[in-house]
């Protein structure tokens, strides 16, 4: 049961972060893409990444902390349906360019990220 903390306590704190993200983009980005998203998704990843780095220089990890991390926080952060979501939306308001920019660009960097930490891992 207080593994199901964690993930509450970790995927609060992703899904704040992902909501003030979004906000701040908002600020200085008006347009078309859904850069929010991105970032969201991008940090969530180099996250993962970098969590995952420290966990195999460091063994001792708490199993705790590794649930916070990787399923509390960084799943409440990262967003799939919104990015799905959002890609539908371009399509069908016609703006093809900005949808498959968001498929390629989420793909390329996200997988890229883990892909180069996943080098140093092995």
Same mark, same amino acid.
């Given at each position: 049961?207080? #593994?199901?903390? =964690?993930? =509450?306590?970790? /995927?609060?704190?992703? #899904?704040?972060?992902?909501?003030?993200?979004? $906000?701040?983009?908002?600020?200085?980005? @008006?347009?078309?893409?859904?850069? &929010?998203?991105?970032? &969201?998704?991008?940090?969530?990843?180099?996250?993962?990444?970098?969590?995952?780095?420290?966990?195999?220089?460091? @063994?001792?990890?708490?199993?705790?902390?590794?649930?916070?991390?990787?399923?509390?926080?960084?799943?409440?952060?990262?967003?799939?349906?919104?990015?799905?979501?959002?890609?539908?939306?371009?399509?069908?308001? /016609?703006?093809?360019?900005?949808?498959? #920019?968001?498929?390629?660009?989420?793909?390329?960097?996200? =997988?890229?990220?883990?892909?180069?930490?996943? $080098?140093?891992?092995?």
């Amino acid at each position: 049961m207080i #593994a199901a903390f =964690f993930v =509450f306590l970790g /995927g609060g704190i992703g #899904a704040v972060l992902r909501f003030l993200i979004s $906000k701040s983009t908002l600020l200085f980005y @008006k347009g078309q893409f859904p850069l &929010s998203t991105l970032l &969201s998704n991008i940090l969530s990843c180099l996250i993962v990444g970098l969590f995952l780095t420290a966990l195999s220089i460091s @063994k001792s990890i708490n199993p705790n902390v590794k649930i916070f991390v990787l399923i509390g926080l960084c799943g409440g952060l990262s967003t799939f349906s919104t990015f799905s979501l959002e890609t539908m939306q371009l399509l069908k308001s /016609g703006n093809y360019y900005w949808a498959f #920019a968001n498929i390629f660009l989420s793909i390329v960097v996200c =997988f890229g990220l883990l892909m180069i930490f996943y $080098k140093k891992l092995v």
